[in-house]
């Protein structure tokens, strides 16, 4: 296509278009490792400080939660420590946390908040996006499942990811709608260290 290009133009659109089909092929590769890394990779258990990691995934997120504008915050106990693989755990985190980003609107809400609830830590995170309609939420953890949302990029892979990690630790998972009804609440159970 390059070659039968009539206009420096017309090749530079071309080449911006491999640009951007190499970037997506390249992401879902990543993502495909990841996915295939999670169940297979060995586990060190041990106390993991929750809050510190939530709170440095936050921070990673920092340019893009000022690019939208996003009104985020964290809070919680800072004393909070799971029982978990601590690359496991920031992986799941930076899954959660970078999808409530790229859905919640410009301008939106997102409250991260870690509970105690039991013998487990909470790790809760509500935002102001579409959310997730009841009848997809169980099946957005099966691979490459996608919500019709074309304008948001994905592979339908992330929350696989999340689900798959969440067992290994000996976690659960719950979608929800937040109490203000817009939205999508993901409530994260993990067990104390």
Request: glycine share 6%; net charge negative; no cysteine.
């Amino acid at each position: 296509m390059l070659a039968q290009a009539d206009s420096e133009k017309e090749r530079q659109s071309i080449i911006n278009d491999l640009v951007i089909s190499n970037e997506k092929a390249t992401y879902l590769i990543e993502q495909l490792l990841r996915a295939a890394r999670v169940s297979h990779q060995p586990m060190q258990l041990q106390p993991v400080a929750l809050y510190s990691t939530v709170a440095s995934v936050v921070a990673e997120m920092g340019n893009l939660v000022t690019a939208k504008q996003l009104d985020m915050s964290l809070e919680g106990d800072e004393k909070a420590e799971v029982r978990a693989d601590e690359p496991l755990l920031r992986l799941m985190t930076s899954n959660l946390i970078e999808n409530a980003v790229k859905y919640t609107p410009s301008g939106g809400r997102i409250r991260v908040a870690i509970t105690l609830a039991n013998n487990f830590w909470r790790l809760s995170i509500s935002d102001s996006g579409p959310g997730i309609a009841e009848h997809h939420r169980e099946a957005v953890f099966q691979r490459f499942y996608r919500i019709d949302t074309p304008q948001i990029e994905g592979t339908g892979l992330g929350l696989t990811i999340v689900a798959d990690i969440i067992k290994r630790l000996s976690g659960s998972i719950a979608l929800k709608s937040p109490a203000s009804g817009n939205g999508l609440l993901v409530e994260v159970l993990l067990p104390k260290a």
